[in-house]
């Protein structure tokens, strides 16, 4: 049972314009969700959280959003770069002592020059 | 140095060989993960560890078994590869629970593992 699900396996944007990734949970305990990004042959690297009790979270070119009522949220990168290619990850957490993530399986972002 | 280190990057082993993978981190985080990577399924937790001598089961656990003997150190062995443990394994770490920077978890540059 995925409970984290990215739908799009992959997105490919022209550099400068707008890139809107998006992510779907289904369990509504989750409390903190966040983004990673993943180059080839690299570790994931953590992009930007929001909290459950904020619908908004800014971050230079990056902001999330997320709209509890429909379980979903999304990343979007305003201006695109070629640098922003990569594979991201939406994560999410149910809080608690145990820090434990779960994942989205992922979309690769081609940010075309 | 500093950060979150793996070893072997690479390894190829054979169909029922015991393989050790490596972790470790500096920065003396409590937590610390182990994650798959698959193509169609993203990042799978294996075993996690709370604290040095405790450890608990990930989602996809079976074939794995954990240590954590010390704070910067986790292996994860598999104890009779086989085949369907071909895959990309990263290591993580974060701080003790207590707020959103705890949920912030900090992966190792991973080991890609050829089970033949």
């Known amino acids: 049972d995925q409970q984290v699900k990215q739908n799009s396996p992959s997105l490919s944007v022209q550099e400068g314009r707008i890139s809107i990734l998006n992510c779907d949970y289904t369990n509504s305990m989750f409390d903190y969700f966040l983004w990673y990004k993943k180059y080839p042959a690299e570790g994931p690297t953590f992009l930007i959280s929001i909290s459950s009790i904020k619908d908004k979270n800014e971050d230079g070119r990056f902001t999330v959003f997320l709209n509890k009522s429909a379980k979903h949220l999304s990343l979007h990168i305003v201006p695109s770069q070629p640098g922003d290619s990569a594979v991201y990850f939406c994560?999410?957490?149910?809080?608690?002592?145990?820090?434990?993530?779960?994942f989205g399986t992922g979309t690769l972002l081609a940010v075309q020059p | 140095d500093a950060g979150i280190t793996q070893s072997p990057r690479y390894k190829i082993t054979e169909t029922g060989r015991q393989v050790t993978l490596m972790c470790h981190q500096t920065w003396s985080h409590s937590y610390m993960f182990w994650y798959r990577q698959d193509l169609g399924h993203g990042l799978r937790l294996i075993y996690y560890?709370?604290?040095?001598?405790?450890?608990d089961k990930g989602e996809v656990p079976d074939g794995y078994v954990v240590s954590r003997s010390k704070t910067e150190n986790f292996p994860l062995t598999l104890e009779s590869a086989t085949r369907s443990q071909t895959s990309v394994y990263f290591c993580?770490?974060?701080?003790?629970?207590?707020?959103?920077?705890?949920?912030?978890?900090?992966f190792g540059p991973g080991t890609r593992l050829t089970v033949t």
């Open positions: 994560a999410a957490s149910r809080g608690g002592a145990t820090n434990k993530l779960i």
């Open positions: 993580a770490s974060s701080e003790l629970a207590g707020g959103p920077i705890s949920y912030e978890q900090y």
């Open positions: 560890s709370a604290a040095a001598d405790i450890t």
